[in-house]
């Protein structure tokens, strides 16, 4: 017989409301809801004890595994999957890449885990798996977490609710600037270096004297970052200044080089620092990179001598060349300078996400140890006060033993009949009745009659802690000595690795010992598409451009060479020819060489020539000279030299070729006037040339006044001279006059 089967009823839609709700608005609730978390819970760091949830969720796990510094270790595993069963419901490998950082002495310069087996190293190369690796806290864990079970910190209820988590540690330790934080939430993040903690401390003490100390001065203590992998800081001290000031900026930082000499004259230069958080497997690769595609014509060779130590060896092809020039190459091309950047977006009391500036950040650690001071001292109040209350019912007790052993033999509620005998309280007769018959000895009286007077005087002296802020804002001073003490420069660990130079001087290499000397042509489309051809071709309607696209610039030039982009910005663009596309496509945007907004266009593309002088004109008619040479950028941010009022953008770049100058604007009107009238600067707003009722500028272009001014309209050119020029001459600032005939209509020169 066969048998039949039942199929399971599916079960009842959820009972309730059905809520009508636009999905805009539906989404924006619940992406609004991830980004809270994101930010709050996952990303940035607590500007108290510098730790995100997943690193106080590992340190607290490992304190109650008992994993101190004095204890043995334990198998990360065992770590790993109590902090993912009971406090962190995340996947097992982000936790463990979290414990392993805490453990890498060149990715944290405080280490908080002591790990045994292999945690990864400088190259790249990842730790071991879980199982195979042992871990246990470091001294500075420990000071993170001293106090956290004396009530020093507010607990809460795990994701479960089985058990119970910190909200943030007591923090005897400043971690969140000796250690640093990295992090990307949702529309915003964080990058904080690390720091020397001896001069964390310094500064501490010093805002502790004078709390309205300023940046500069916080800064003498705190000149700088300082990385687990040492290097050179080179930033100047005015924009280390700035950084501090505003929260937000960035440190240059090289690597550490030397020079060892060989025979016959030749020499190698040899790194022995390198970078925060520069991979050396990756570096070298770019560097051998670059060697095989001939970028780096001043090197020969590169080698990894390095073992626990970083050596690598840098061979230069000559002796001659000089090894600054050498380095310069290699700062230029790769990581071997890097820039850190700051980012100083915490969160404030655990909930506010904002960027604090340096003062903020050390004033918020120091609040937030006044405050743990406040609770322990307190907690340890009420447990003196509760052992006086047991000390006092013990010596009672002692006082009267005999009528207290007889009311506890003959009585069935022995309790009250002893709170009533002796005015004794219920936690004292409680006491009484727990003790043993051997504390009844003559000598546990004199222990316990001394241990009273102790307490007594430790009472007296938390009454006055808590009393006088002045005596607890010396406390939390002490208890900053005491970590400079443990932690700073006359210990192994807290001595400074990363030096403090001054910004380098400016190392010229010429271009021509970097790339090969060639001729090219180079080819920008209307839209910005720049490529390169090899040789100097001649114009031509041949050439292809996207749909939509045609010509504008066609420059002939030295592979060598320097090309010039001014934007109406009012900025200069610097991109060395090399480093242009080359190909039979339509190249590539130029947007992607520099950084020029949407908002902005490119007036005028130009090979530079350092002995030219160039007059740019602001549409509003002002305008000024300045040498080429000074409008050379060294970034791709560009360089400002014309300033521009708000809503304000530049209209002319030309050269300078004569002893006259003629503007004319889009009211038609012409006006020429002497060059030497207008100055030559090196960047600023310059004067008013041209003054305008209605519009603005539209060209110029300087001359020499015997030759005439000319302009072309169509296949005919025009010449305007002797007389003819007359009516137009004026002075600088005038208005002008209308153009003559036969001037093109787009109010341009060059039609």
Known sequence: MARTTTKTPPPPPPQGPILDTALKDALGERYLAYALSTITSRSLPDVRDGLKPVHRRLLYAMRVLKLDPQSGFKKCARVVGDVIGKYHPHGDQSVYDALVRLAQDFAARYPLVD?????????????????????????????????????????????????????????????????????????????????????ICAALLHLIKSPKATISKLVDFMPGPDFPTGGILVEPRASIEEAYATGRGSFRLRARWSVEKLNQGQYQIVVTEIPYQVQKAKLVERIADLLNNKKLPLVDDVRDESAEDVRLVLVPKSGKAEAAQVMETLFRATDLESRISLNMNV??????????????????????????????????????????????????????????????????????????????????????????????????????????????????????????????????ADEVKDIRKKFGAATKLGKRRTEVGDAPATVEVPLEELVEKEPITIICSEKGWIRVQKGHVESSDDVKYKDGDKGRFWLHAQSTDKLQVFATNGRFYTIPCDRLPRGRGFGEPLRLFIDLGNEDDMITLMVHDPARKLLVVARDGRGFIVPESETVAQTKGGRRVLSLKDGGEAQVCATVAGDSIALVGENRKLLVFPLKEVPEMEKGRGVTLQRFKDGGLEDAKTFQKKDGLTWTSGARTFTLAGRDLTPYLGERGQAGRIVPKGFPKNNRFDA
């Open 115 to 199: 790990g045994q087996g292999n945690f990864g190293n400088i190259d790249g190369d990842n730790a071991a798996a879980m199982r195979y690796t042992e871990s246990r806290m470091t001294q500075v864990a420990e000071a993170l977490l001293e106090g956290i079970e004396d009530d020093a910190v507010d607990f809460r209820p795990t994701y479960d609710g089985s058990e119970e988590e910190p909200v943030v540690l007591p923090a005897r330790f400043p971690n969140l600037l000796a250690n640093g934080s990295n992090g990307i939430a949702v529309g915003m993040a964080t990058s904080i270096p690390p720091h020397n903690v001896d001069e």
């Open 347 to 476: 969160l404030a009391d655990g909930r506010s996400p904002r960027v604090m500036n340096l003062r903020e950040v050390l004033q918020s650690f120091l609040d937030h140890r006044h405050v743990v001071l406040v609770r322990r001292s307190e907690h340890r109040l009420k447990e003196i006060d509760h052992r006086l209350e047991v000390l006092g019912g013990y010596l009672i007790a002692y006082l009267n033993l005999d009528k207290v052993i007889k009311i506890i033999r003959e009585e069935e509620e022995p309790k009250p009949a002893l709170i009533k005998a002796f005015k004794l309280t219920d936690v004292q007769a409680e006491a009484i009745l727990n003790m043993r018959l051997r504390a009844l000895r003559k000598l546990e009286e004199m222990e316990i009659r001394g241990e009273h007077k102790t307490l007594s005087e430790e009472r007296k002296g938390l009454a006055a802690l808590l009393k006088d802020e002045g005596k607890r804002w010396t406390a939390i």
